[in-house]
């Protein structure tokens, strides 16, 4: 009994320096107010939770649909800065491709030319920029905005197709940049520390030949801390085929979300965050 147990032990610690995609954000609970993640309702099928890394640092935390290749969530603390990220630039995450120690996102060419993995193996569980050139109509939707980001790094974190859903580019360009820019800003006022959570509702279609999901919905939530103590919350959601954002309260933003998630009780937060 005692090998059996040390085996038990073994397996566990070769699975967990594995990679960075492993059991929920063990490595980046600093995203999430009181270091706790939304509860499991929203995880698809076949997840995988993300502690976006970049240059050694983590920027923000990714729930990642492998089946739906788009993020469920990114969860950040919201740090606006000047400047804007490289668009140029799109990482991808070697985490999702099979048997590699690879824990940092790179540039699909550098997986290819240095790390001698194919565009297929990369391709398999995720999206590669191909995708998001061969759509129209759509544009390619920030969760964790670069705007929302201080340092250099993290706003390069920000553009990694891990954190980037197929959403309707008028809603991208429109109200919903509105609401990153001057609504977060205004709202924001007073906080100490406010942490964010911004979602995609996996929808009914998929774009690029069936390959990526085009969410139904886009979300936000927000947490807003006064020292230690929060004082306020709220939520923004809008459909994803039309220039619209609703302003919610986290308590009215997670009754939607329950809906759309047939019924059962999403929470976004600790409890200690404010609903109404």
């Not at 999430?32 to 993640?37: A, N, V």
């Not at 969860?75 to 804007?84: D, K, L, M, N, T």
């Amino acid at each position: 009994m005692l090998w059996l147990l040390l085996l038990q032990v073994l397996a566990s610690c070769l699975w967990l320096g594995h990679s960075e995609v492993v059991m929920p954000f063990a490595s980046c609970p600093q995203f999430f107010y009181g270091g706790t993640p939304p509860n499991n309702v929203l995880e698809p099928k076949k997840p995988a939770w993300i502690c976006q890394r970049y240059r050694n640092s983590y920027h923000f935390a990714t729930l990642y649909d492998r089946d739906g290749r788009i993020p469920v969530y990114s969860a950040y603390i919201y740090q606006p800065g000047s400047g804007i990220g490289p668009e140029s630039v799109w990482f991808v995450e070697p985490q999702l491709i099979s048997k590699n120690n690879l824990n940092e996102m790179e540039r699909e060419s550098v997986l290819i030319d240095e790390h001698k993995f194919t565009l297929d193996q990369i391709k398999d569980s995720q999206a590669v920029r191909e995708d998001y050139d061969k759509m129209t109509g759509l544009s390619r939707g920030h969760l964790s905005p670069c705007g929302h980001l201080y340092s250099k790094e993290s706003k390069m974190a920000t553009f990694t197709l891990t954190n980037i859903v197929p959403q309707d580019t008028s809603l991208n360009n429109g109200q919903w940049n509105i609401y990153e820019l001057k609504t977060m800003h205004e709202k924001s006022k007073g906080c100490t520390t406010t942490y964010v959570i911004t979602g995609a509702v996996p929808g009914n279609t998929y774009v690029v030949e069936g390959r990526v999901n085009r969410p139904s919905h886009i979300w936000s939530a927000a947490c807003c801390l006064v020292g230690t103590q929060p004082k306020k919350a709220w939520g923004a959601i809008a459909g994803n085929d039309q220039n619209k954002v609703e302003n919610l309260s986290l308590g009215e933003l997670e009754d939607r979300l329950r809906g759309l998630y047939g019924g059962r009780t999403v929470t976004l937060f600790n409890n200690a965050c404010p609903r109404q």
